[in-house]
């Protein structure tokens, strides 16, 4: 349909939800960010040649991985049409809890990690029993959700600070086998939603997000399919928060403020609709890195610093819009 | 009468008065002259500003379609900086100011409108993608340094008292809910918003112009935050970055504790300026019982989801 008459002719809305879009859009979502992020990375090397070097690359993945597990969790959230406006508030509450674990009990590690993961999975647990089995709106009930996280990781410690022993963060900052850390964190999230992609879960969590009548009526447990997409969610937000204890070697209740949105902008970059249903995991991981390209191209083409804001609002506006549009134009 | 009061706990709009009444009690019992008429003067100037955001943002909600705007509060900031530097206490300055900062606002939401409409994007990413251009632009004319303040004339209009004790903000706040209570009511475009709130293809099919519709309510609410951003200049005088930060999901929470569905189609502003008295109240209860800050925020949130708690949850599915 030719885009004028889309406005003179009020078009009744195709049925979004029991659709036929092409395999395209299905299958591969996420083409259009990868084409986005090559010419990024593109962009980013005549800019700064060194990019590709190790060290650059590795500080550069160090800097964009907090982000990119979050939005890993936030994808499957809204695969299931849901949403996750807690996510920033999971991470903060994360991060704190384990740093002050760490601090409080003279370098245990181990106890900190543990409890921070901890901590993420029941914090989407209680995100998913709103949504889920109270059939709360998961807009009103995550905003609430994290309010109240926000306010817990500021109990648990006030003001940013708290240390964490030497071994952690240089660790995290390493190699182990001549590639970095973080490399290896980011290899393993993307094997743990491999093999969630390969569960009978995921089949699920697509049909409840694409049609949830639908779903529920062909047996599919409905409540349960969208409490383990915020569990899911709360452990990589719970993952975000661990690698910024590793990031910046210490704790602050509002570190994650600005993840939630941020977090919502890359699954949307990555192609996944936020009517559920239609996207990946990987989409949202390119989505993420092409946001921190977009500051990195920014910083390097030497832009007076006032205009950073705004040139980077318009790139990430043009490129959110313009991913829509194609999306649908190569779906309907 | 059981049947009865079930019927009235099933409205919105009287859940929300009773829980405001509630709030007062127990805001009066814990702390004595909480319910004073000072204090509810206060309050009830803190809601008027919240509740004019929120008014746009509800006729966003009703249009339908996943409406929703996040860029209210961002708006709200640029609105009050550019409104206090086109004014420089002068009241000269004030119509042409005024006028400007409307203009401004109302095609930043007709912007958005065009890309919900024309584009299709879907408005959560519509206006999540004009949230970071507004704070962008709001950089670049602030370059980070907060400067204009309000000219004497606004001050006096915002916060003078007019009758009863009660600042003219209220009466402004008032006004526009009435104005838009008759625009949803009364007005074709009024019911056009619910029309294709309610049913999108049956609108289109019985001659609604549904993309013109749906991008004026955006427009509006651009309008709207427009309006709360000279408001909220003559309130505080100056401005400060981020002023309107705080308005941008409190005004959605605000539209649906008023019994706006976030499926578009049903509810109303009456609801919504109720929602935004309570949401007001809550926060200031809280303040005033000296709980430190990681205490308001948890019982906030509590709150909230308590109160969700008697409406605004989806249907059971059903086989």
New interface residues.
Partial sequence: MP?PD??ST????PPRRSPQPGLSRYRRPYLLAAAVLIVLAATNVALEPNFLTFGVAASNLSAFLPLTLAAIGQTYVVLASDID?SNGAIVSLVNVTAVTIIDGMHGSIGLGLAAGLGVGLAAGAVNGM?VAY????A???T?????????????VL?QAGGQVPASFYTSYAGSYLFVPTVAWILIAASAFAALIARLRFYHSLRAVGGN??AA??TGVA?ARVRLAAYVISGFFAALSGLALVGETASGDPLIGGGFT?SS??AV?LGGT???GGVGSVLGSVLGAFILGLISNVIFFAQAPF?????????I??LA??GG??IA?RSGD | MLARAKVLLARPLVVASIAILALLAVGEVLSPGFASPRQIVTQLVIAALLGVVAAGQNLVILGG??G?D?SVGSIVSLSAFLAGNLMQQNDANMPLAVVAVLACSFLIGLASGI?V??????P???T?????????????LT??VPSGRAAPLLSQIVSRPVLFDLPGIVFIWIAIGGALALLLRRTTFGINIYAIGAN??A???A?????RTRALTFALSGLFSGVTGILLLGYTGNVFVGAGDQYM?PS??AV?IGGTS?AGGNGGYTGTMAGAVFLVELQSILTTLNIP??????????T??AL??FY????????
């Fill in positions: 885009a889309a406005i009020p078009s009744p809305e406006l709103f109270l059939r709360y709106q807009i009103v009930t905003f609430a959700t994290g309010v109240a996280f926000s306010g817990l990781a500021l109990w006030p949830m009548q529920f009526q409905v949105l919502i902008t949307v609709a936020l009517s006032a205009w950073q804001g705004l040139i980077q609002g318009a990430i506006l959110l819009s829509v549009v649908r | 379609r996943e929703i996040l890309g409409t024309m584009l299709r994007i879907p959560l990413v519509m999540l993608g004009m949230l970071g251009v507004v704070n962008g632009a709001l950089v670049l370059r980070g999108e293809a609108a289109a099919l001659g609604v112009p549904v993309p999901l959605i929470i649906v976030l800050a990681f205490g308001r925020q948890i019982v906030f949130g509590v909230l989801l969700m708690l605004g949850r989806q249907r059971r599915l059903k086989s």
